[in-house]
């Protein structure tokens, strides 16, 4: 298997017949077509999706009679998902956190010829079609269009998405930590080697531009017949991480759903900002956040442009906060030193998907600690991050390979690695919900 040695690296014969469309550029429709035929076009899109999750005994969303009423609490931020465990303590739930959502079958072309692949869908960049979905509106990721980072895709005649590229979720996952700098600084970031989970072919992208539209939609690969998506829980409750076991329950083909991991944050001085990671641009947030190594993402626009491009800032810590017992850990460091995958980075993050400049994919922003471990605080918004800044307890992280100012109104003091990684941003849920459970999140 391909190794990826890191000084730091971030970053049909089975009968169907295809019909091609060319998407058009825009951002909500279709160019060139009259107010009617897009909603009928919408519509049309969204049937074959739903009537897919009912053709495949699951149960598709209705948007005028939601399955699930999501109480404040909870603070769901679109309303398709079907369940969520909020169980913090992995010694009562070793995979922590969960999120259960609807998953559809598609097609996947594999050397000219098709083959089954299992996704999600978190966002739309068209509002009537996120709404029929319930999913989250993110025009912004229309932006992509034209970028060469995007993926087409074609309808097959039983109504499934057709996918131009393809992911192999084969490999076994590893990490080989790094030793300590010289300043004493970092330790385990950077990995000496990393070795992804899964790895995507040079056409696979996340952000796919529904046929004969302009229309995209964040539509994440999970499984097919080379395995399972290194956030799919085992049946035993623990990361599934390199054990792709084709019976695990929390990948229901029969029901149409499937359980994933879900990934701490903080975001505007609130923890929880929970959200899942499917795939990177580069094979080291692959490997250290689990996820899919998914080069053609590099693509998208752009890097450090905020509020243009397609995607957002967020803010990594490479030697944030070690676990000292309290249950508060950060950075990169940390994620790279835990076994099996128990403690994630639990990243700094901007705005909420209730922001119309919310997109799901992610431009890395590291940040560096100055001080002594002792004096390293937690990173719970952007603001706490600009004062560190000027102060010089932080500083943009050595390691960031695009050396120029970040372009946003974010922060004017941070510069960006070039790695991109996909984050759907899944609920923000009050302390009183924490140890709860919501909607159905097992398959049963």
């Known amino acids: 298997m391909k190794k990826f040695n890191l000084v730091f690296v971030t970053m049909l014969s089975l009968g169907l017949f295809f019909v091609s469309c060319e998407g058009d550029d825009g951002r909500d429709g279709v160019d060139g077509q009259d ?7 919408i519509a049309n899109a969204a049937d074959l999706l739903l009537t897919s999750i009912s053709t495949d005994g699951g149960a598709p969303f209705n948007a005028d009679n939601p399955a699930v009423d999501y109480p404040e609490e909870a603070n769901v931020f679109f309303p398709s998902v079907l369940g969520l465990d909020y169980t913090m303590d992995r010694s009562v739930a070793p995979e922590g956190p969960t999120v259960r959502l609807p998953m559809f079958q598609g097609w996947e072309m594999v050397d000219g010829t098709p083959r089954e692949l299992y996704y999600i869908i978190t966002e739309a960049s068209n509002r009537e079609l996120a709404r029929l979905l319930g999913v989250i509106y993110a025009p912004r990721m229309a932006n992509s269009i034209g970028s060469g980072g995007e993926q087409n895709s074609t309808w097959s005649v039983d109504g499934r998405l057709v996918f131009e590229g393809t992911v192999d ?3 076994a996952r590893s990490l080989v930590a790094g030793g300590l700098s010289p300043d004493g600084l970092l330790l385990g970031f950077p990995p000496a080697e990393v070795n992804p989970g899964a790895i995507a072919d040079e056409n696979w992208s996340s952000y796919v531009v529904l046929p004969g539209t302009d229309i995209v939609i964040n539509a994440q690969a999970v499984a097919n017949s080379t395995g399972l998506h290194d956030r799919i829980p085992h049946g035993n409750g623990t990361s599934s991480q390199q054990e792709d076991n084709q019976s695990n329950p929390n990948l229901d ?3 149409a759903a499937v359980v994933l991991q879900l990934l701490d944050g903080w975001q505007n001085g609130r923890p929880y900002y929970f959200h899942i990671v499917t795939d990177t641009s580069a094979p080291g947030p692959s490997t250290i956040e689990l996820g899919v190594f998914a080069p053609r993402l590099a693509n998208l626009p752009t890097f450090g442009n905020f509020p243009g491009g397609s995607m957002l800032p967020f803010s990594p810590t490479v030697n944030g906060r070690g676990d000292t017992g309290d249950g508060l850990f950060q950075g990169l460091n940390t994620a790279s030193l835990s076994n099996r995958q128990t403690m994630d980075p639990t990243n700094t993050f901007p705005i909420d998907p209730r922001d119309p400049n919310y997109a799901p994919m992610w431009d890395a922003h590291i940040t560096e600690f100055t001080v002594p471990e002792d004096e390293r605080v937690i990173l719970k ?9 000027e102060e010089g ?10 050396q120029y100012p970040a372009s946003n109104s974010l922060s004017n003091l941070l510069t960006a690695t070039g790695a ?6 899944i609920s923000q849920p009050f302390r009183s919900a924490i140890g709860q459970q919501y909607g159905d999140p097992t398959n049963n």
Request: hydrophobic share 40%; with cysteine.
């Open 35 to 41: 107010g009617a035929d897009v909603n009928k076009m």
């Open 169 to 171: 979720f084969s490999p």
């Open 253 to 255: 083909r029969d029901g």
């Open 381 to 389: 918004s952007f603001e706490q991050i600009n004062e560190l800044l």
């Open 393 to 402: 307890i932080l500083r943009p992280f050595r390691g960031n390979l695009n």
């Open 420 to 425: 991109i990684i996909n984050c759907p941003v």
